[in-house]
C-alpha cells in the first residue's frame, strides 16, 4: 500500500486538514492518509496541547466516514519528543509491504534542513507538500528527488486561531467537522 504520512498535533483537527488530506489522495497515488497524531512535537510547546487521547479522538470522529483516512497513536508510545525520522524507521519495521510518503506544508520546507536525520528522510521517503497561505513552495529549497507539490485549495485557518475562539466563548461551527464541534460544545477542552 502506498501510504501518506500527515504529522501534526491536531489540536484541534479541523476542515483544513482534511481538505489537505482529501485533495492529496484526489492527486497524488497514494492509497490511504494516515493522521499521526504527535503526543510532542520538538518545535513545539507540550503545555499547550490537549491530552494525546482527545486529540485522537477529535481526529477519529473526524474522519470517521472516510475509508482511505486513519488516524495513527504511534508515536504515543515512542520517546519523547516525537522525531519523525525515528517514527518512520518504527513504522517501516511494523508495515515493510507498505511505501510511506511525508506530508508537510510549505512553512516546514523552510525549516526542513533542521529536522533530526533530514538527509535521510530525504533519500529514502517521497516529500508530498502542500501549499500553505503566504508561503510560497520553491522545488530548489529542498534537494529533493522525491518532491511533490500537491496543488490544492488555500485555506487560512489554523488550531490555534480556533483555540483562541473556543477560550472566547466564540462559535467554531463550520470549521470542523459537525462530529468534532459538538464534541467541543459539550467539552472543557480549550476552554
Do not use: C
Amino acid at each position: 500500500m502506498e501510504i501518506g504520512l500527515f504529522f501534526g498535533s491536531f489540536n484541534p483537527i479541523h476542515i483544513g486538514h482534511l481538505i489537505i488530506a482529501n485533495s492529496i489522495l484526489e492527486n497524488q497515488k497514494l492509497d490511504e492518509v494516515w493522521f499521526v497524531v504527535s503526543p510532542h512535537s520538538p518545535f513545539k510547546k507540550k503545555a499547550s496541547l490537549a491530552p494525546d487521547y482527545d486529540r485522537l479522538h477529535l481526529v477519529n470522529l473526524a474522519i470517521e466516514n472516510n475509508p482511505r483516512l486513519r488516524s495513527s497513536n504511534i508515536e504515543f508510545a515512542l520517546p519523547k519528543p516525537s522525531y519523525t525520522s525515528d517514527t518512520l524507521i518504527f513504522l517501516r519495521e511494523k508495515f515493510p509491504d507498505h511505501n510511506f510518503s511525508l506530508i508537510m506544508g510549505s512553512d516546514n520546507i523552510k525549516s526542513f534542513h533542521k529536522w533530526k536525520n533530514a538527509e535521510f528522510l530525504a533519500k529514502e521517503y517521497p516529500i508530498i507538500v502542500y501549499q500553505r497561505p503566504e508561503t510560497e513552495v520553491v522545488p530548489t529549497e529542498l534537494e529533493h528527488t522525491n518532491l511533490n507539490i500537491n496543488k490544492g485549495p488555500l485555506l487560512n485557518i489554523s488550531a490555534s486561531f480556533l483555540r483562541g475562539e473556543i477560550k472566547a466563548g466564540r462559535s467554531i461551527r463550520y470549521m470542523v467537522p459537525e462530529p468534532v464541534f459538538k464534541y467541543l460544545l459539550d467539552s472543557t477542552l480549550y476552554k
